[in-house]
């Protein structure tokens, strides 16, 4: 066991922090508070940038355009990603989850196809895999692809598609044999967002913004040539893509989380609570302080989990801890900002009395999916019963 | 970076589990908890001879040289079997105060015994108001002797010295000293045995002055946290064991999310005081300037989580698990008072406040 950085990280971090200094957008700040559509040029831009300084995908293999950076080395590049509050990547899926299954899975032609445009943020991905009626049970999914030639006739619906309003290409789950036991049935393609029958709505959730979309495919074509892995062996793909979603991105949130509780600190010295300030009433000093001793955890579990990987290779279903951690301790930072701010946390931005321009109320709303977004708590408890502890399938 | 354990850790841990599981299985650990003491000699010399009582005490009075991380492991592992007798007090308690503020004389003194397995010890720091602040203790010496009482002392029974925290200064009291009484306090705990200790003029020397009384009671306090995820440990795996063989409504219990979603919790909190503890050995061995927020941070989270895995456990055991024959009651009555030992959660969310509200640097590093 040593904590301290080895040379190797210790010399990615120094010219990651010194390429950083020099090219950090500077005037994110105002950005940020515009919606993504008029923002998301800036965003192309500034993933432009990174990937002329070769800092786009520093997990993937360098003869793909990355580093080969370590787990440690990714978490690291999160870490000061996050310390210097950069833009994220206009194309996080295609970089983060999409790219890195076409490296996996992908032929030749493939990767050669698609790979430098992901880098580039030229084409924007998304991810089609839930629907209506599979989102836990994700293998249950009905989207149909039926064989006409040497193309595939897809028809059916997706939701909860992040950047699906701005996606050039898919990465879709179809199935493409409905006599097969439902995990075999499953196939990937990569599908062009332009092609006739592709239809996109934006769904509104209950921040009121509309992060993810709604897809409807009717008769849409799609090439043989793009299916992504073998015909029927689409469950081990998107598996993949989903082992992708729990890695080293989570390093941010430690830096994140200590944002909103120093902040939450500054504020508890200055709102009074019974006659003095907040920060001196025993119970909120109670509530901070395990809130901040969780933030830490929360680190300790990423931290110890990255060795873990390092040494066995494989990312493992462990991950589900994490997931579960963050989430629920996401939802109790921002009830604790709640209780702290009384009336003024239910203020919206616009609101001249909203305290940091509405950021708590928004927080407070929009944590309430993380318990659900990238598999539910109950999923991650599944998945630790029956893949960590042996205990019987309960489903 | 890396946050595993290093191969010759992993192999201190694996061979200290078979150690305990050979030399002190439950049936021992149970005929010990119902004796006066719950010291047993013959075990004591197998503790010695693997060279626990000296792990991480300088080599020069004796001891093993190992580092926290180390300590924590070897705690671990005794929390998971539960183990009896005064180990903790003498080893993690008395000996880390004794290297923390005893003069090279004195660690010769009293160190050495330990370290070869001679003395048992312990160290008396409560009193009536119970608090676990070192500015709260009362108790004084003058002159060389002390008077005063001193609550909660473990193994005190059982102790050839005693280090006792006074006012102005840490001093030692031999077993045999004049106007000793010790007399045994009725604690939940059968397997760590509590004491009230008097002192009446009784001779005292002086260890050192309590400056290095801090970082020494943070070792001890990192200890408990360490024995507290074993004991999780060990009620986890009793747990999951009998959830997948208990059978009801024709099926394996496990299988039901009400009882398997309590056993990934279970799993989850072991983890997260397991990190916490690691993390808090790394910080006190490397003397970090991070190292008593992260034995708070360490103290805090087990108490709490080492109460909520018992819950869990013996809730999913159903009659079975309130029964006197099911050791998962050994592990909660452990659990309840080393909660409050040290400090329990509550003291050290506070100390935690104290650090990151009061000081204005936030001081656990991020690297």
């Not at chain 1, 600190?265 to 009433?281: K, M, S, V």
């Not at chain 2, 708070?296 to 895995?309: E, F, G, L």
């Amino acid at each position: 066991m040593d904590l301290n950085l080895t040379v190797e990280e210790s010399a990615f971090r120094e010219e990651l922090r010194a390429w950083l200094a020099t090219n950090v957008p500077k005037d994110w700040s105002e950005w940020r508070e515009k919606p993504i559509d008029e923002s998301f040029p800036y965003l192309r831009a500034w993933q432009r940038k990174l990937h002329e300084g070769r800092w786009a995908a520093v997990s993937w293999p360098k003869e793909y355009g990355g580093r080969s950076a370590t787990l440690m080395q990714q978490a690291l590049f999160w870490e000061e990603m996050a310390r210097v509050d950069a833009p994220p990547m206009a194309n996080s899926l295609g970089l983060g989850l999409i790219g890195p299954t076409i490296i996996a899975y992908g032929t030749e032609a493939q990767k050669k196809r698609y790979i430098p445009k992901i880098l580039s943020a030229e084409e924007i991905w998304c991810q089609g895999f839930s629907e209506p009626n599979a989102g836990s049970d994700l293998a249950g999914l009905q989207m149909e692809a039926k064989l006409d030639g040497d193309h595939y006739v897809v028809n059916g619906q997706k939701v909860w598609t992040s950047y699906g309003w701005v996606g050039d290409w898919c990465e879709l789950v179809v199935r493409t044999d409905s006599s097969a036991a439902k995990h075999k049935g499953l196939t990937v393609l990569l599908v062009d967002m332009k092609s006739p029958g592709v239809e996109v709505r934006p769904l509104r959730q209950m921040t009121g913004e509309s992060e993810f979309n709604e897809l409807f495919f009717r008769d849409v074509r799609v090439s043989v040539e793009n299916i992504l892995g073998k015909l029927n062996d689409g469950w081990n793909v998107a598996v993949s893509t989903l082992m992708y979603e729990r890695g080293s991105y989570g390093a941010r949130l430690h830096l994140i989380f200590k944002r909103y509780i120093n902040r939450l600190i500054e504020l508890a010295r200055t709102i009074q609570r019974n006659g003095r300030p907040a920060a001196e009433d025993p119970i909120i000093r109670q509530k901070l302080a395990q809130c901040s001793a969780e933030i830490e955890i929360m680190r300790f579990n990423q931290m110890r989990a990255f060795s873990r990987i390092s040494a066995t290779g494989v990312p493992g279903p462990e991950g589900s801890i994490q997931k579960i951690f963050w989430s629920e301790l996401n939802q109790r930072l921002q009830q604790i900002a709640q209780e702290l701010l009384g009336s003024f946390g239910q203020l919206m931005a616009g609101d001249a009395h909203a305290i940091d321009k509405g950021i708590w109320s928004y927080a407070y709303l929009r944590t309430r999916g993380n318990t659900i977004e990238a598999g539910t708590s109950e999923v991650q408890r599944n998945i630790i019963g029956h893949f960590v502890l042996g205990l019987p399938r309960s489903y | 970076m890396q946050f595993g354990l290093s191969e010759s850790q992993e192999f201190l841990k694996d061979s200290t589990r078979k150690f305990f599981t050979g030399e002190c299985p439950a049936a021992d650990m149970r005929r010990l908890m119902e004796t006066d003491t719950a010291y047993d000699a013959a075990l004591w010399a197998k503790l010695t001879e693997q060279g626990y009582t000296g792990i991480i005490f300088p080599e020069e009075y004796g001891g093993v040289g190992l580092g926290k991380v180390e300590l924590m492991l070897l705690m671990e592992e005794a929390g998971r079997a539960l183990l009896p007798g005064p180990f903790f007090s003498t080893v993690a308690l008395a000996g880390s105060v004794v290297d923390a503020v005893g003069t090279p004389a004195n660690k010769k003194k009293y160190l050495g015994p330990i370290c070869r397995g001679e003395a048992r010890a312990t160290a008396a720091i409560l009193e009536a108001g119970a608090s676990w602040n070192p500015r709260d203790v009362q108790l004084s010496a003058a002159n060389g002797k002390i008077s005063g009482e001193k609550l909660f002392v473990s193994d005190a029974g059982v102790a050839d010295f005693i280090v006792v925290v006074a006012r102005n200064g840490v001093f030692a009291v031999a077993a045999n000293a004049r106007g000793l009484r010790i007399t045994p306090m009725l604690g939940m705990d059968l397997t760590r045995k509590l004491y009230v200790v008097e002192f009446s003029n009784t001779p005292a020397e002086e260890l050192g002055p309590a400056a290095g009384l801090v970082g020494a009671l943070d070792v001890a306090t990192a200890a408990v946290a360490a024995e507290l995820v074993g004991g999780m440990q060990r009620t986890l795996d009793i747990t999951v064991e009998y959830a997948k063989t208990r059978k009801q409504f024709g099926k394996p219990i496990g299988i039901f999310q009400a009882v398997q979603h309590q056993c990934a919790d279970m799993y989850l909190e072991t983890e997260s005081s397991r990190s916490a503890v690691y993390y808090a050995g790394w910080a006190l061995q490397e003397n970090s300037p991070d190292a008593s927020a992260a034995v708070s941070i360490a103290k805090m989270y087990a108490s709490d989580a080492a109460r909520t895995v018992g819950n869990r456990g013996i809730q999913i055991h159903g009659g079975m698990g309130f029964t006197w024959e099911n050791d998962l009651h050994l592990y909660y009555r452990r659990a309840k008072a080393s909660e409050t030992a040290f400090g329990d959660a509550t003291f050290h969310r506070e100390r935690i406040a104290s650090m990151v509200i009061d000081a204005d640097s936030v001081s656990v590093q991020s690297a």
